[in-house]
């Protein structure tokens, strides 16, 4: 802890004065006002200048932790694999189970760093109020919204991969303040976060006026969003058999919040949409709420007759080419020259146009299954599904790395014969991909932590606990359904011969294991490399109250060797998070370790047993 507060004193300067730019000239004059570079903390709080300067900070150092957000979601998950000639020990370490304490990717000081500054907000904020006459009750709201929020999901953060970690509510400058705290329960942390979101999701902004702020700032939408995922957490801990032991039926209750909060996404959303349209008078005689469908609010991969309330084509280029999308809820500004996305190098080198550090898990994306329909196999697409070329670079039959295409590309198109993109024939011997590649001047990708393809799936899996009887079920299911269909627009052509067997079937999901596994596939399908699986899977296992099923169905089919010994080492629920790093455990007495780690363990040492 004493090494977190030495970077924290030496970094609010730092970080308040170099404040990152969001992207539009538009949006300057909240992201370039500067203090001096030297703040006497005492003396920084005058006026609503200094408060928005600290705003800026505060998402300075969430755009500082997009490389951390591979590490902790996506490392432990299915989803990749170390590139062969890569020695990076840490991450080799991680990915064969063995979580050493020393392992300095286990450091939490980047988010404890991002909640002392908003609990700086928090705190000054009310001293801005009284002493600056032109900031206003008003104004102060949805600053403080924000910052809780910020603060909210830094926690959530540190719960998803520590499971018990201390929740700081107070802010910090030197060394005279080193706070010795333990750590709170997950319960404990989850019910905090709980009711700080409740606390201001009715006064967040709902609008600042400019697209850049509405997706790269916290808005009302953004607040529900992390509740919908906050209450799912909850409510899947909650529905393990030990812990209804404890807790009762508390879970039920959680999954329809989490399902109300998703609606009331998708209204809010949905009227954005109605009255865009209505603005813009792309319809003529208006449109109503009513009027339109869900399929309406996603961006389609092509062009449709059918679709008139749509003006945008192909997801993939809207969503991460372009970035702050229809879709978008709330994302992480990139613009490439005052920040790049720092996921992108553990990819694909945007300068040497190769593999990085991670690539695709061989098991998992070297064959395709020949329809969605097909359960248990080890495939992630379907031979129809778009996201297969997008999300991963393939080039030749025979490639032995399947690097991720997702921060370093524009868009890309599959050519197949006579130029006809996407059709059902898209075996690894014919066909070819146009990938609009960015370079290292063009590392422009925003990180999304929500879009709507996120809310409609938290929906899906939230009814499939709920729910038992078939309507419910298949109302979930065609939620998954609008996603796969988006990316599979030949899976349901007119002119497809095999289109019941390409296009998901309700038959074959039509039970809550059924749909739980679907929703399962389709996140990993949609949100690969996004930090999101490994995630997935500790919420799937806290929910089963084991392991087991996790190991056995998603995570141990990537690894063609020491899969007995992850399975040793993964045994129980504590297991899936991280060890707390050792620096911090020396410094702060009151902090527990993960009972499961210690330094010299190894999946080696777990083969011998």
């Known amino acids: ?174 060394d005279s303040q080193i706070f010795i705290l333990p750590q709170s329960t997950q319960e404990a942390v989850l019910d905090s976060i709980i009711q700080d979101l409740e606390s ?32 799912l957490w909850r409510a899947s801990k909650n529905a393990s058999p030990d812990s209804v032991a404890k807790y009762g039926d508390k879970y039920i209750a959680d999954y329809q919040k989490c399902i109300d909060c998703c609606d009331w996404l998708i209204n809010d959303i949905k009227q954005d949409r109605v009255d865009e349209l209505n603005k813009t008078g792309a319809v003529l005689g208006g449109v109503k709420m009513e009027d339109l469908e869900l399929e309406d609010l996603l961006i389609p991969n092509e062009t449709s007759t059918t679709r008139r309330y749509t003006s945008q ?7 991460f080419g372009r970035g702050n999308s229809d879709e978008s809820i709330f994302e992480i500004q990139v613009d490439g020259t005052n920040n790049s996305n720092g996921a992108t190098g553990y990819f694909w080198s945007l300068d040497s146009k190769k593999v990085g550090t991670l690539t695709g898990a061989d098991a998992l994306y070297s ?116 996603i796969f269909k988006r990316s599979n627009p030949f899976a349901y052509a007119t002119n497809n011969t095999t289109a019941k067997n390409d296009s998901l079937n309700f038959k074959n999901f039509n039970t809550p294991d059924g749909i739980e596994h679907l929703v399962m596939t389709e996140r990993q399908r949609e949100f690969l490399g996004e930090g999101k699986r490994w995630f997935d899977l500790v919420r799937f296992a806290q929910r089963k109250g084991s392991t087991h099923d996790m190991l056995k169905t998603y995570l141990l089919r990537k690894y063609s060797e020491n899969s007995s010994a992850v399975a040793a080492k993964l045994n129980v629920i504590e297991s899936l998070f991280s060890p707390i790093y050792t620096d911090e455990v020396k410094v702060n007495y009151l902090l527990h370790q993960n009972s499961v780690w210690n330094e010299k363990e190894t999946t080696k040492k777990t083969d011998e047993q």
């Open 1 to 174: 802890m004493e090494d977190m507060i030495m970077k924290i004193k030496r970094t609010i300067p730092v970080l308040i004065s170099s404040a990152i730019m969001l992207g539009m000239t538009s949006c300057e004059d909240f992201l370039t006002i500067f203090p001096s570079d030297q703040i006497v903390e005492e003396d920084f709080w005058e006026d609503k200048r200094d408060l928005n300067n600290v705003v800026s900070a505060c998402y300075t150092q969430l755009a500082q932790n997009m490389q951390n957000f591979i590490n902790w979601g996506e490392l432990r998950s299915d989803n990749f694999a170390l590139s062969t000639g890569t020695n990076n020990e840490n991450i080799k370490n991680i990915m064969n189970a063995n979580l050493l304490p020393t392992n300095s990717m286990f450091r939490w000081t980047p988010l404890y760093m991002e909640i002392n500054f908003c609990n700086k907000i928090l705190a000054h904020g009310p001293e801005v109020l009284d002493s600056d006459e032109s900031f206003s009750v008003g104004s102060w709201d949805p600053i403080r919204a924000e910052a809780i929020t910020l603060r909210a999901l830094s926690h959530f953060y540190l719960l998803r991969v520590w499971g018990e970690v201390p929740y700081v509510t107070v802010d910090y400058n030197n």
């Open 313 to 319: 084509s192909n997801a993939f280029k809207n969503i």
């Open 367 to 482: 064959s395709i299954n020949q329809g969605p329909n097909e359960s248990g196999s080890s495939a992630v697409y379907s031979k129809t599904d778009y996201r297969r070329w997008e999300n991963i670079r393939y080039e030749k039959a025979d490639q032995l790395a399947f690097p991720m295409n997702k921060y370093s590309i524009e868009g890309a198109s599959q050519m197949n014969g006579a130029n006809s993109a996407m059709l059902q024939d898209n075996t690894a011997t014919n066909f070819s991909v146009e990938y609009e590649d960015r370079t290292s001047s063009t590392n422009s990708c925003n990180w999304i932590f929500y879009r709507l393809s996120d809310v409609l799936l938290m929906k899906a899996e939230a009814m499939s606990q709920l729910y038992s009887d078939e309507a419910k079920l298949e109302e979930a299911f065609n939620l998954v359904r609008l």
């Open 200 to 231: 201001v999701k009715g006064v967040a902004m709902d609008d600042y006026g400019n697209t850049v702020w509405n997706k790269g700032r916290v808005t009302r939408k953004a607040v529900y969003a992390l509740l919908a995922d906050v209450y």
